[in-house]
Each structure stands twice: as structure tokens, then as C-alpha cells.
């Protein structure tokens, strides 16, 4: 009976070793998971970076073809702050537009700033409100 013992408190051990074995394996698991993740979100920042960066050199350079697509490119990332934004306002700016004669040389605002003075060279001192 003493031998029945043994052998039942070392499989009983050999089973808790065993059960404390794949803790350690799943939290080492678990740890790596999370370092991946950390590192995949870096990459993401570092290519939206990227990516604003090439908008940037594409903005001044007036390539408003290729700062669209950059910004579509990145709409939805989580990631996205001011400078997506600023781009983004930056090439659409028909909202801004405003459609004067073609010798049109210059616009100010009103006083009251409710309103815009635009001048026409082709007429002097003519002045367009809008």
C-alpha cells in the first residue's frame, strides 16, 4: 500500500508540474501575443507617419491627386489626428472658392468680416461684394 502511495503522490506531482508548465507556456504565450500587438500598432503609426509625410511633400509640390489618395488611403485609421485634417482642408478648399473674373487681383474682408471685396484689374477701383 505504501508503494500505491508513492506512486499516486508522484503522478500527482508529476500532474501539477506538468499543470504549472502550461501556465508558464500560456503566459509566455499571452506576453509575446501582446508584444506583437504593440509592435504592429508602432508599424501602423509609423506608416500613417509616412504616409502624412508624403501627403506633405505631395501638397507642396501640388499634387492634389496624390494627397487624396494618401488620405483616402488613411480615413479610417484610428490613428488619424490633426495633420489628416489639415490636409484634408487643405486640398478641398471649393468650399472656400470663390468664382471672380478672370483678371481678378484681389479680395478682402469687410470690415464687419461678414463680407468679401474682391478687385477686378480689367475695371479700375471696380469693386464686387459677395
Request: proline share 0%; hydrophobic share 40%.
Amino acid at each position: 500500500m505504501a508503494a500505491v502511495s508513492a506512486t499516486a503522490i508522484r503522478a500527482r506531482n508529476g500532474e501539477a508540474r506538468a499543470k504549472k508548465d502550461a501556465l508558464k507556456e500560456a503566459a509566455r504565450a499571452t506576453a509575446g501575443e501582446k508584444k506583437a500587438k504593440e509592435e504592429a500598432e508602432r508599424a501602423n503609426n509609423l506608416v500613417y507617419a509616412a504616409d502624412m509625410n508624403l501627403a506633405q511633400q505631395a501638397y507642396e509640390a501640388g499634387d492634389v491627386v496624390r494627397v487624396e489618395q494618401l488620405l483616402k488611403e488613411t480615413e479610417s485609421g484610428a490613428d488619424r489626428g490633426w495633420e489628416w485634417n489639415y490636409l484634408n482642408r487643405a486640398v478641398h478648399t471649393e468650399r472656400l472658392a470663390i468664382k471672380a473674373g478672370d483678371d481678378y487681383v484681389e479680395a478682402k474682408f469687410t470690415g464687419d468680416g461678414k463680407r468679401i471685396v474682391t478687385v477686378e484689374q480689367t475695371y479700375e477701383d471696380v469693386r464686387c461684394s459677395w
